[in-house]
């Protein structure tokens, strides 16, 4: 885990780190230049990728490299995806017509992407398949004094009932299909957020409700690991 040091909780503002949190300042702020120049628009997401530390979130030998646009790997094959892609799929969430309240995650993976979602989302549910990444992403978020989310060891293809539905859904694997689960558990005006497709690219689609089902708009080409069965 990289140097760092949080001497207050996030208070709205900033969060005042120390050593690496500190000099790596400049890097985030040319990441944000970068992202606005790929068309990130919104100015309240755009503040808080300036602020938040996501070297904390990878391991110490990767730090260097965690402003870069690239994705990078977290362990067990998986990766932190590359900002852009963090950032469009947040900014999906706050075009909707109201601020959703409620948000569940699919793949917490290093906990980067529920940060930036429980810094902007009253309230967080994120589901991780890989047990061993829950306890890691669980110090990042205390270190930045992020209490509104609740993370379980869970398989995502079923969502998570007991605190359904949602406002929205953001994953953060790919599946084949759409999961009907996770579906099910979004409300009635919710958005799911999701990459679908199997094989090296998927298409970063936009789900909303309907009357008569469900609409899919399809945004991007992007790469992500494959959302997984069961446990580990
Ligand atoms: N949002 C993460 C991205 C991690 S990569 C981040 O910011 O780092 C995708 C994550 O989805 C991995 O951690 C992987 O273990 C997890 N995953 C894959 N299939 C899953 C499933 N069925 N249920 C829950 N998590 C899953």
Known sequence: MADYRVAEGHTGG??????????SQRTRNRM???????????????ALMSRMPRHIFLDEALSHRAYEDISLPIGHQQTLSRPWVVARMTE????????????????????????????LF?????????GSFQAK??????????DNLELHHADGHDGWEAQAPYDAILVTAAPDVIPPRL????SDTGVMVLPVGSGEEQSLTRVTL?????????LAAVHFVPLQQGLV
Not at 14 to 23: C, F, R, V
Not at 211 to 216: D, E, F, P, Q, V
């Open 137 to 146: 992403a669980q110090k990042c978020f205390q270190a930045l004094g992020l």
């Open 183 to 186: 579906l099910e558990q979004l």
């Open 122 to 130: 009253e309230r967080v549910v994120s589901l991780e398949r890989i």
């Open 92 to 119: 999906l969430l706050l075009e909707m017509p109201e601020r959703p309240r409620k948000v569940l995650e699919i793949g917490t993976g290093s906990g980067y992407q529920s940060a930036i979602l429980a810094s």
């Open 14 to 23: 900033s969060w005042n780190l120390q050593g690496i949190g500190m000099t």
């Open 32 to 46: 944000v230049n970068r992202l606005r120049e790929q068309g990130i628009k919104h100015e309240e997401l755009l």
């Open 210 to 218: 309907n009357a008569s089902g469900h609409t899919s708009d399809v």
